[in-house]
């Protein structure tokens, strides 16, 4: 069965700064999806970004970039100029390459911005 | 555009009485799901429903059910609520392979 782990419960940062959030994971498949959610205080579930397994080329979307590392499985999000509104919840999420396309999440980190 | 719509927003119950969380979706996705989240985790997979008419378990079905007779809606039913389902329960649709979920705003549940 997938596993993902976020080994970091909590992660801090000066606004501004860059910080790095870490995730991994494990299957045996060749094929799967890899995203990152943003979870506010307000508690909704905000799609940051999303990466396909078999392209090689990292995704990005404006300040948040991911490092993906397939032979490793891991999967990092990085958060360019932190701003305060950046402060949440972040969830690493695996789904396969079935067609249930079932979502597993890992633990999440907090991530507290200092101004 | 709703998107993906929850209600109620919170409940609380007693223990052994029973209750339909409601969610729908006006994005004609064929995929939803039912997950939950327990206090500083992440989310578990309570059913998820491929298609109209199509149910499956999730990884923590237990003390659940659902029914999935529309496109659009996807309820899922507490029968005896007991204290372990105090929960936030979040519904999420997605149209096809590959694509991201979209999230309900989510139901706070509070089983006393």
């Known amino acids: 069965a997938q596993t993902v782990t976020q080994s970091q419960p909590e992660m801090s940062v000066q606004e501004a700064e860059t910080v790095t959030l870490s995730c991994t994971y494990d299957?045996?498949?060749?094929?799967?999806?890899l995203f990152w959610y943003k979870q506010p205080p307000s508690r909704q579930m905000i799609l940051v970004i999303r990466?396909?397994?078999?392209?090689?080329q990292n995704a990005t979307e404006n300040r948040f970039s991911v490092n993906f590392q397939k032979a490793a499985k891991s999967f990092s999000l990085k958060i360019s100029d932190s701003q305060l509104g950046d402060a949440a919840m972040y969830f690493c999420?695996?789904?396969?390459?079935?067609?249930?396309?079932?979502?597993?999440f890992g633990q999440g980190t907090t991530l507290q911005v200092k101004p | 555009n709703a998107g993906v719509t929850q209600t109620p927003k919170f409940r609380i119950l007693k223990i052994g009485q029973s209750m339909t969380l409601q969610c729908t979706q006006d994005?004609?996705?064929?995929?939803m799901y039912w997950y939950r989240q327990d206090p500083g985790m992440g989310l578990k997979l309570i059913y998820y429903?491929?298609?109209?008419?199509?149910?499956d378990k999730g990884e923590v079905p237990n003390g659940y059910n659902v029914s999935r007779s529309t496109t659009e809606d996807f309820p899922l039913r507490l029968e005896l609520a007991a204290p372990s389902q105090t929960s936030v329960y979040f519904c999420?649709?997605?149209?096809?392979?590959?694509?991201?979920?979209?999230f309900g705003d989510g139901t706070r549940l509070s089983i006393l």
């Open positions: 990466q396909e397994a078999y392209k090689q």
């Open positions: 299957t045996s498949e060749s094929d799967y999806y």
């Open positions: 994005m004609n996705h064929n995929y």
């Open positions: 999420a649709s997605s149209s096809r392979q590959g694509q991201p979920q979209h």
């Open positions: 999420a695996y789904r396969g390459s079935g067609n249930t396309g079932k979502l597993i």
């Open positions: 429903s491929v298609g109209a008419g199509i149910t």
